[in-house]
């Protein structure tokens, strides 16, 4: 999947470039400029990004795959966590 195309799913709000892998994880404030943003919990991950927005097909592997990617650590989604 090309990197567009997962920005599109994920429907990024801020998207972070050069910093470490997963500084989400262990992050307690974003700063931008003279704005600063508290972290106060990890958000939930919705079911949308299995669906190609260009299609409207769903595939539930990204959701595997992230995952994956993450180490099978859980993956919040829905309130529910799924690991």
Known sequence: MEVQD??????SNIVVRGLPPFIEDTAKRLSIEN???EVVDKCTRCEMICVDPMTGEKDPSLLLAL??????QKVWRGGKDQG
Do not use: A, C, W
Not at 6 to 11: H, Q
Not at 67 to 72: F, H, L, S, T, V
């Open 6 to 11: 997962i920005l599109t799913r994920f429907r």
């Open 35 to 37: 704005l600063e943003f």
């Open 67 to 72: 995952r994956d990617y993450r180490n099978k």
